[in-house]
Every structure is written in structure tokens, then in C-alpha cells.
């Protein structure tokens, strides 16, 4: 479970308006935080959540039981570290770390992904939420050495961590 300030104190009404919300309202919220539709409906199927804990839970589970292609279509939503996506919030906070990166940085990061989107066929993700530019291009040399298999399990797991992220957002908005 990520550390949360928040995480055993939810805002008022917050589960309680995602529980409610209509079935389409609630993909279309979910959505936002993964894009993968499985991981979506399935962690719409567990609602109503008793607490945060238990969002949280259903998106451990939802994130363990993506296939291969909801990895994919997981992955296809999120913006390759060090170019977030102009207007998208999530991958702009998300990569602020890049902020005020030197060039020469910034250069090297964008050789490694190419080199692992060339080995791995998508793009290098990472929870990079508090981590420098450099902390992440440690990371993706790390990683580059990994088979397909291992690289796919450590991707679920940064996933999941984005997605608690994401979701505790959501509850800290949501009132």
C-alpha cells in the first residue's frame, strides 16, 4: 500500500460518491487513472469500497490479474518519461522531477528509453512521482538488462504504485 498522509482518513462522501456514481461515470474516472478497460471494470466490479484501504486492494488485484495485452493497453496511456504530454496534468506532476534536468541529462534519458522501447516494444514506465531525472535513468539502466518476463512484472508493480497514487488523488478531489 503506498504511504499516504491521508491513507486512514477518507474525505468525507469521497467513497461514498465513487460508489455511487453511475456505472459510466465511474469507467470513465477509472479510466483516467489507467487506461486499461479490464483494470477499469474490474475494479468498479468491487465497489462498494468500505474504505480506502480496500480501493486500494481492488487495484492490487485488478493490476496482478492484467494479461499481457492489458499491460499494453495499461502502458499506451502513459507518457514516455522525460516528454509528458502537454496538457495532461497526471504525467506533468507526475514527471516534475524532470523539471530543470541539464540537457545533457535529459539527452541520455531520451537514448535509454529509445533503446528500451527498442528491446521491450513500449514505453519504459516508472513511478516516477518524487524521483529526479537522474534517479530514473538509474533506474531504466537497471532495468534495460531484464528479460521480457522479469521487465513485465516490475512494470505491474510500478503500475500499481501509479495507481495508488492516482486513486488516492482521486478521493483527495473527489467530495
Not at 480501493?55 to 514516455?80: I, K, Q, S, Y
Not at 495508488?164 to 473527489?174: P, S
Request: charge should be negative; proline fraction near 6%.
Amino acid at each position: 500500500m503506498t504511504n499516504h498522509p491521508h491513507a486512514s482518513v477518507d474525505p468525507p462522501g469521497a467513497l461514498k460518491a465513487l460508489a455511487t456514481a453511475e456505472p459510466a461515470e465511474l469507467l470513465g474516472l477509472l479510466l483516467e487513472i489507467c487506461t486499461s478497460t479490464n483494470w477499469a471494470a474490474a475494479v468498479a466490479a468491487t465497489r462498494p469500497w468500505p474504505d480506502r484501504a480496500a480501493l486500494l486492494a481492488a487495484n492490487a488485484a485488478a493490476t496482478a490479474a492484467l494479461t499481457t495485452a492489458d499491460l499494453a493497453e495499461a502502458m499506451a496511456g502513459h507518457a514516455r518519461i522525460g516528454r509528458p504530454r502537454p496538457g495532461d496534468a497526471a504525467s506533468e506532476r507526475e514527471q516534475a522531477g524532470l523539471r530543470g534536468a541539464d540537457r545533457a541529462l535529459l539527452d541520455e534519458l531520451d537514448r535509454a528509453n529509445t533503446a528500451y522501447e527498442a528491446k521491450f516494444g513500449h514505453v519504459f514506465l516508472i513511478c516516477a512521482t518524487d524521483r529526479t531525472a537522474d534517479s530514473m535513468l538509474a533506474a531504466l539502466r537497471e532495468r534495460y538488462p531484464h528479460t521480457p518476463a522479469a521487465e513485465a512484472q516490475v512494470v505491474r508493480g510500478e503500475l500499481r504504485k501509479i495507481n495508488d497514487i492516482r486513486l488516492n488523488r482521486l478521493l483527495d478531489e473527489t467530495r
